[in-house]
């Protein structure tokens, strides 16, 4: 895996695109921008599966409206996420946080699959309940919890605290990123 990131980091495009002045900034700001789209429908769509906002929109009419910008932020936010990772893959695969929050994806995208293909299925019988079920309010509080978690890991990136050169580290910390030590 090394050997691969380790190519990819020494292509010409990847080396552009990290010192580049002006297309760097534009796709984390690309990033950025689309997260706020994709996390601001989500936070509306999993409040009012909590029941904490909107209790007289039925939540089928809630999904309807925001899953078109959901879906849209998303495509958008991990294209340009992945040309960040693009831009410097070694020290990504290494990074600690960036670690947690792909572990972090994994079960969001668990968490929404099993809400769509579940309880969703029948929101037409619960939609416009006062107290949803129980599975559609644990649904809407993962997904809060994870993806505020998701945000901060991925602010925590830019910090090098773990990187893998700044040796000694503990342990687990090497073990966590992958890091390759002379106690390995």
């Not at 990847?14 to 706020?36: C, D, K, N």
């Not at 925001?66 to 960040?84: D, E, H, K, S, Y």
């Not at 990504?92 to 968490?111: E, S």
Request: aromatic share 14%; with cysteine.
């Amino acid at each position: 895996m090394k050997g691969l990131l380790e190519w990819l980091e020494s292509t010409p495009w990847s080396i552009a695109l990290l010192e580049s002045l002006w297309v760097w900034p534009l796709v984390e700001s690309a990033h950025v921008l689309t997260l706020t789209i994709f996390f601001g429908t989500v936070v509306m769509n999993d409040l009012r599966l909590l029941g904490w906002t909107m209790k007289s929109v039925p939540v089928s009419e809630v999904t309807k409206r925001l899953l078109p910008w959901t879906r849209a932020g998303f495509v958008v936010m991990v294209i340009t996420g992945a040309v960040i990772f693009y831009s410097n893959p070694v020290r990504y695969y290494h990074n600690i946080f960036f670690r947690f929050k792909m572990l972090l994806l994994i079960v969001a995208g668990l968490n929404a699959f099993v809400f769509h293909r579940g309880i969703h299925r029948k929101v037409a019988q619960w939609g416009k309940d006062l107290v949803l079920p129980r599975e559609a309010r644990i649904a809407g509080a993962v997904s809060l919890i994870v993806w505020v978690t998701i945000i901060m890991a991925g602010r925590l990136i830019a910090y090098n605290w773990f990187d893998c050169d700044i040796q000694p580290q503990p342990g687990f910390v090497n073990w966590a990123a992958g890091c390759l030590t002379g106690a390995n």
